[in-house]
């Protein structure tokens, strides 16, 4: 990992290319209501040029994506993860009856990420033109810019000077900052609340598909597992290794990385709730022990 851009991100200014990020927007009088119904937050109270949190449910719960949500005058633009273009606009498009409403590809949106305390003044960098809107930063960004493709080329050279996060300390920063993402630790058989996806669900909004599965889950009031930090010290367990304590089988291994600010290997996992205290020693399946802690690291 690039450990000077890994501490220009924590304690000045660095940036990240999204540009792999893909988008779709919605047009339509009633893009904004039928939105609305398709997603996990309140899109109906932003204003003009706000940006939101959510996942996007099946009936059954099951999850289809997590995205950015963005209101502008002419469309919303949905904001999503390398490969979910399609996915989504399927997805989309099969509840689309009578509503005036026309989702389309948005080949021409890219995103960067910028990082740090002192991430405001690469925001004044930016070619005049380039920046269409500020989104919810993602995976532990500060914030992230919504451009015009055309104008990557000139914001990358505009940014040229300032330390840039390759995909190996992005994973890191990820993981440290304690968020899940998608094909990673979110996959279709998670649900938000486990994920503590809380920021990415409004509980005052009218109905959405997926709403009855969230308002089961809310009313127990506790999930079976959720998503939890390990301490691994030099151990490096794939992905998937069972996570044990005693003879009972109590999670799973997520995302591991080795981490400047733990000195030793961290990862995000799937605990079962009775094992979630913060220090709990559990074994491996591939040998070894992991030790929970609270995210983010």
Known sequence: MDLTAYRAALDSAAWVDLSARQHLRVLGGDRVSFVQGMVTHDVEKLAAGESLYATM?????????????????????????????????DFLEKYLISEDAEVQAANDLAVIGLYGPQHVALLGQLPMGAQIRMLVGLHGTAVDVLLHRDALAEVRGALAATPKVDDETFEVLRVEAGQPRWGQELIETTIPLEASLDNAISYTKGCYIGQEVIARATHRGQMQRKLAGLLLGDAVPPKGTELRKGEKKVGWVGTVVQSPKRQQQIALAY??????????????????????TALPF
């Open 57 to 89: 449910l099946t009936a059954k719960g099951a999850m289809v994506a997590d995205l950015r949500v963005v209101k502008r005058n002419e469309d919303v633009t949905l904001d999503l993860d390398p490969g979910m273009q399609g996915p989504v606009k």
């Open 271 to 292: 605990v079962h709730r009775e094992s979630l205290a913060p220090g709990t020693v559990l074994e491996m399946a591939s040998g070894g022990t992991a030790t929970v």
